[in-house]
């Protein structure tokens, strides 16, 4: 699985998402994004986003935040019924958007879980002490270094690296940005 930082404020929600894709357990490249976004909304994803790649496309092409939400398990179905889908694949969304100018966020997976998420700060994975509720940018980049650096020296079995993406999700609509990079993306992307 790979890095999902999520912050529900008063007034915006921010992911941070990396894009470090492995193959065999082994590191085998860099994916554009992790986070897709939709009219208004945003959708961060972790686990194996390519065997749900067309449940994405439906989703984001939903007008809104709340039409994607009530989406999700249509989509997860359509994926569940292919021939070649795995039972044993791990995926997350995690879709953040605004209700009547508030900031909302849920999570699902193909495992059945549907968690709403309230204001505070999410760190997946989970490292075992939260994240203070309020957390500056510059916060939450350090964060996703620890997590990433972590990760790298205990040898977890997780995909966490290449570059970071903060997603936001206001009135103003969503959009991302590439803030900088992790240890040892020259030799990725070489």
């Not at 961060?44 to 984001?60: K, M, S, Y």
Request: glycine share 8%; with cysteine.
């Amino acid at each position: 699985m790979s890095l999902l930082i999520a912050v529900v404020g008063s007034e915006r929600v921010v992911f941070a998402t990396d894009t470090l894709r492995y193959r065999d357990r082994t590191p085998s490249g860099m994916v554009p994004t992790k986070t897709f976004i939709g009219s208004g909304f945003a959708i961060a994803t972790r686990g194996n986003v390519g065997a749900i790649e067309t449940a994405i496309d439906f989703l984001v092409g939903k007008p809104d935040f709340r039409s994607a939400v009530a989406s999700v398990d249509e989509a997860f179905a359509a994926v569940r019924s292919h021939s070649k889908f795995d039972q044993d694949v791990a995926v997350e969304l995690t879709i953040a958007g605004l209700v009547d100018f508030k900031p909302r966020c849920r999570r699902f997976s193909l495992a059945g879980v549907d968690l709403p998420m309230g204001p505070g700060a999410y760190c997946f994975p989970d490292l075992g002490r939260p994240l203070p509720a309020q957390i500056s940018e510059k916060q939450l980049v350090k964060v996703a270094q620890v997590v990433e650096r972590v990760a790298r020296e205990r040898r977890w079995n997780l995909c966490i690296g290449g570059r970071l993406h903060l997603t936001t999700v206001d009135r103003a609509g969503a959009r991302q940005e590439e803030i900088e990079a992790f240890g040892g993306i020259d030799a990725l992307a070489a």
